[in-house]
């Protein structure tokens, strides 16, 4: 399955079969993550998980 990377507009070849929170390295360097919904497909930039320091 093909689609846009949201970062830099190339080509994605993401999988067919996508899971919700799975992730995709793209040639342009970034991280995308594949949100599956009721709605369809949707990528975005993959932000990391932030650390909690307890405060």
Do not use: Y
């Not at 399955?1 to 919700?20: F, H, K, Q, T």
Request: proline share 9%.
């Amino acid at each position: 399955m093909n689609a846009r990377c949201p970062v830099c507009g190339r080509p994605l070849e993401i999988p067919e079969d996508p899971v919700s929170g799975e992730l995709v390295d793209h040639d342009c360097g970034a991280t995308i993550e594949i949100i599956v919904s009721g709605e369809g497909i949707k990528l975005k930039p993959f932000q990391g998980v932030g650390e909690d320091w307890g405060e």
